[in-house]
């Protein structure tokens, strides 16, 4: 066989597997709601035998700066799979602007197969980053056409179903249970009285303030239509102000470029998350409670009390026979889970039993699991988070209809995209499999919607 012959046969190959032969580079900005599930399905796009990849952050599925190197699976040659999340609205921008991104990890940044954790930034080391250069793929929560950023349109892959909820921060009672579009275009437009939310008079005294998202997040353009307060409306959000461990004061978000004050917020959910899990607000120089609203893995992290709840487990036969709550806590909803990680095994389940101010009193196994060597770490998570219209989330509430808090999440690229195949393997991986590590998978949907904040309707 000739040498012109054996190229244009490799060049086929290529093109058959969607890669190239040689390195490719693929960058990906966007949504940080969605960012448990993308890493996830990176990873598993690419070949085990050859995967290396490192991140930035104490969580792989919590970190904004990854990089990923192996042979993608059907593949042929070396890719680099950088991501650098910022915001849905952001990531959209940043793609049909051509805008650059500062933080892209080096080609040289040290990789594992396990996976390199750098703790942070200053821990990779002088110039860790490219030089700035725009990102290829975004992740969004939000149809493009609900953005300043329509033209020029982008590719789009509808992959799964984002899901949302209300939560109120570290120290706010339990009492604030339930939110519905009345309650947040109030606390949308400056806060209320906690009294609409308890029915307690005595409560009228005492202020609910909302903080959140800026204006680069999909999770709040989903957020601001569902609750019917508009998503180009102007909301008065809240800073938190804190030495380090305390809430110190509560100011009206400062004014940001051409955004007046109250408009902007937290550029991640990471950031929003340390804010609501501040103790102290109640106390403060502008003493209120505050709520916010997050994607589901952010909720879930936001911890109502200080000291938070606490258990132990113990194993016998490789299963989890019991579970001891040695802190309680307070403040804990009916949305508390518990979640177990580590030991040898799998399978391990409970339930929290809390009293009536909040106090984890004990935790029921509902299955012991199996495999466990030693005994897992216990977590109790989500007890801050409240009801939407009476509805406490649950993927089956979402995939029938009655969670209404939700939009869709896409993968977007450009329009002759030269890496569209790796780009589409990527969309096609979260879809079918990875998209229920951050939301609901749209092959499980049984309703659907034509726009965020519309109507829910039978599939």
Not at 133 to 149: G, H, I, L
Not at 174 to 195: D, E, K, Q
Not at 371 to 384: D, K, N
């Amino acid at each position: 066989m000739n040498m012109k012959r054996l190229a244009l046969l490799s060049l086929a190959a290529a093109a058959l597997t969607g890669t190239a032969s040689a390195q490719t580079t693929m960058r990906i900005t966007g949504s940080t709601a969605f960012r448990a599930a993308t890493l996830t399905a990176i990873r598993n796009i690419i070949t085990p035998a050859t995967l290396e990849y490192a991140y930035v952050g104490s969580s792989f599925t919590g970190s904004s700066e990854a990089i990923f190197k192996g042979t993608p699976v059907g593949g042929a040659g070396q890719v680099f799979i950088k991501v650098s999340f910022s915001g849905s609205t952001g990531g959209l921008q940043t793609v049909v602007q051509n805008l650059t991104v500062s933080k892209w990890l080096k080609d040289t940044t040290v990789t594992s197969a396990a996976g390199t954790a750098y703790a942070n930034e200053a821990a990779l080391g002088p110039n860790p980053y490219d030089t700035p250069v725009t990102a290829d793929v975004t992740m969004a929560d939000t149809f493009q056409n609900s953005t300043d950023f329509k033209t020029p349109a982008l590719v789009p892959n509808r992959v799964g179903v984002i899901v949302f909820q209300w939560v109120r921060n570290n120290g706010t009672p339990r009492r604030v249970s339930n939110m519905t579009p009345w309650l947040a275009t109030n606390l949308l437009s400056g806060g209320t009285p906690l009294s609409l939310f308890t029915g307690v008079p005595a409560d009228v005294g005492t202020m609910v303030l909302a903080t959140g998202r800026d204006e680069e997040s999909g999770t709040r353009t989903a957020t601001f239509a569902d609750c019917l307060f508009g998503s180009g409306s102007n909301p008065t959000q809240y800073q938190v102000v804190n030495n380090g461990t305390n809430v110190t004061d509560l100011i009206v978000w400062p004014a940001t470029g051409p955004w007046p004050a109250g408009h902007s917020g937290y550029s991640g959910g990471g950031n929003l998350v340390t804010a609501l899990n501040l103790p102290g607000s109640i106390t403060s120089a502008n003493p209120a409670h505050l709520v916010s609203y997050a994607g589901i893995n952010d909720a879930a992290n936001v911890n109502p009390s200080t000291p938070s709840a606490a258990a132990t487990a113990t194993v016998a036969g490789g299963a989890v026979t019991a579970v001891n709550v040695t802190v309680g806590g307070q403040n804990y909803g009916p949305g508390t889970t518990v979640v177990f990680s580590g030991g040898g095994g799998s399978g391990a389940a409970a339930t929290a039993v809390t009293d009536a101010n909040g106090v984890v009193t004990s935790i029921n196994v509902t299955s012991g699991g199996t495999g466990y060597t030693s005994a897992p770490t216990v977590a109790l998570r989500g007890g801050a988070t409240l009801t939407w219209n009476g509805v406490p989330y649950s993927d089956a509430g979402v995939r029938e209809g009655q969670y209404t808090f939700w939009s869709y999440e896409f993968l977007y690229y450009r329009t002759g995209y030269a890496n569209a195949a790796l780009a589409q393997q990527l969309a096609n991986r979260i879809r079918l499999f990875d998209a229920s590590v951050s939301g609901t998978k749209i092959g499980d949907m049984h309703v659907e919607r034509a726009i965020e904040g519309g109507d829910v309707t039978p599939l």
